[in-house]
């Protein structure tokens, strides 16, 4: 695989429309930030992510100030077929002299069980290498999670360690498991995955 050039300071400057079967990743506004507070309020979500209290206008601010972030990407993720916000990927933590950025990801119950977080990991992935540049995506996963490492192993993400008891939960300590996936392994690990179609307007 050809080596991309290293990203630059503005790689994330630009807020792509990715488009794939069953979604379609776009820039949040601040309109998405009522969906996505039920989205963060879902029971599995806090679950899983850690989760919070947050007030309508933090989130307004919120979303409505990710398009302009120069150093991140977050992206909404929506049913192609009805047009519904479900959720969202991000891309932070980017660390430009490594070309590594960490994922995360959220997704509400209307959009689990269909695939839906499945296209969108691998839609942001793969922009992440083969327009963003990035060379390295790394992830944290807790291991009681099983649902989320089975779909990360297939989107050709391999396991680097665990965090033993890294975070007490309802009584209980539970490990989190490191997870990354490289630019020069990942077309193979997903081969047959059909390209982005991607940019300023789909």
């Known amino acids: 695989m050809t080596t991309p050039p290293a990203p630059t300071r ?46 309508r ?17 977050d992206l909404a993720v929506t ?9 969202e990927v991000v891309l932070n933590e980017w660390e430009p002299e490594h070309r590594c950025a960490t994922f995360r990801t959220a997704i509400g119950a209307r959009g689990r069980g269909r695939g839906l977080g499945s296209e ?5 992935v793969r922009y992440g290498f083969e327009s963003a540049g990035l060379h390295r995506i790394q992830l944290e996963a ?25 975070e007490l939960w309802d009584g209980h300590w539970r490990d989190a498991v490191l997870m990354a996936a490289l630019a020069d392994e990942w077309p193979g690990a997903v081969r047959g995955f059909r390209r982005v179609r991607g940019g300023a307007g789909g």
């Open 142 to 166: 807790y291991a009681d999670n099983e649902r989320a490492l089975h779909v990360y192993a297939k989107a050709g993400f391999v396991v680097e360690g665990v965090r033993r008891q890294a």
């Open 120 to 124: 969108a990991l691998r839609l942001v």
């Open 57 to 73: 206008e933090r989130l307004r601010a919120w979303y409505g100030s990710r398009a302009a972030q120069t150093d991140r990407l």
């Open 10 to 55: 503005t790689v994330f400057t630009h807020k792509p429309v990715l488009t794939g079967e069953k979604v379609l990743l776009r820039p949040f506004t601040e309109d998405d930030a009522v969906v996505m507070a039920g989205v963060i309020g879902d029971p599995e979500v806090e679950r899983f992510t850690g989760g919070g209290t947050f007030t």
């Open 79 to 87: 049913d192609r077929a009805t047009g519904e916000l479900v959720g």
